[in-house]
């Protein structure tokens, strides 16, 4: 299953202040995916919260990730700051996304953020994200493609055109609210159908309220 999950500085105060926090951080989410059988397919470090697009091959692989990054974190900016204490606004937030309708609307949601904030005018100015390798077709040993990414095109070079293509267009208000929505209500991004299906596997029901209209294929 992919999940968005966001986890938010406590008090929205901030989680990173230098480059070497950014990147203890990155070092430490490459560990837990490869310990726990994760892939990154986005991300985003805004300076206090942090949006990530992943997928585990175990059931509770991406919880663990997330887990070991948050407490390892903390206990490297507690250490480096001469801090204790919470670091972190309680539990991350997660919504598991339909690869067919929202899976590239949440790469674009994520590695636009800076964009939207106000911080750089293109996604490649920002140095924390995960734009500068999907949009390339650059290796990394931190981001992997998510099969419907690899859908855009046949080759690795053609996936990353495509994708500048549709970073170039702005995401839909709509499609800007649903997932937003989803993140805050604890519900799944996509239609009612794959609502559903998830709710069967997992044999409970998830959220509460009415779900907004699904955005369009490759929105």
């Excluded at 938010?8 to 989680?15: I, L, P, Q």
């Excluded at 990054?69 to 972190?88: C, D, K």
């Excluded at 931190?142 to 293509?165: D, I, K, N, W």
Aim: charged content about 25%; overall charge positive.
């Amino acid at each position: 299953m992919t999940l968005h999950a966001v986890q938010r500085g406590n008090n929205r105060s901030a989680a990173f202040h230098d480059t070497q926090d950014y990147l203890c951080y990155l070092r430490l989410l490459e560990a837990a995916a490869r310990r726990y059988e994760t892939r990154v397919h986005a991300y985003v470090l805004m300076t206090n919260h942090v949006h990530l697009l992943l997928t585990s091959n175990l059931l509770n692989g991406i919880s663990r990730t997330l887990q070991y990054v948050a407490s390892r974190y903390v206990q490297a900016a507690n250490e480096r700051y001469g801090r204790t204490g919470t670091l972190w606004e309680s539990r991350y937030r997660s919504t598991p996304v339909d690869s067919e309708r929202y899976c590239l609307a949440c790469y674009r949601y994520i590695e636009l953020n800076p964009v939207r904030a106000g911080i750089v005018k293109s996604p490649e100015d920002y140095r924390w994200s995960s734009y500068r390798v999907n949009s390339t077709a650059r290796w990394s040993s931190l981001v992997s493609p998510h099969p419907t990414f690899l859908a855009l095109s046949e080759t690795p070079a053609g996936c990353a055109a495509q994708y500048r293509l549709l970073v170039r267009e702005a995401l839909p208000d709509d499609v800007l609210q649903d997932i937003r929505s989803s993140l805050r209500r604890g519900v799944p991004a996509g239609d009612e159908a794959f609502r559903e299906k998830i709710e069967a596997s997992l044999k409970r029901r998830i959220g509460t309220g009415k779900r907004g209209r699904p955005p369009k294929n490759g929105s």
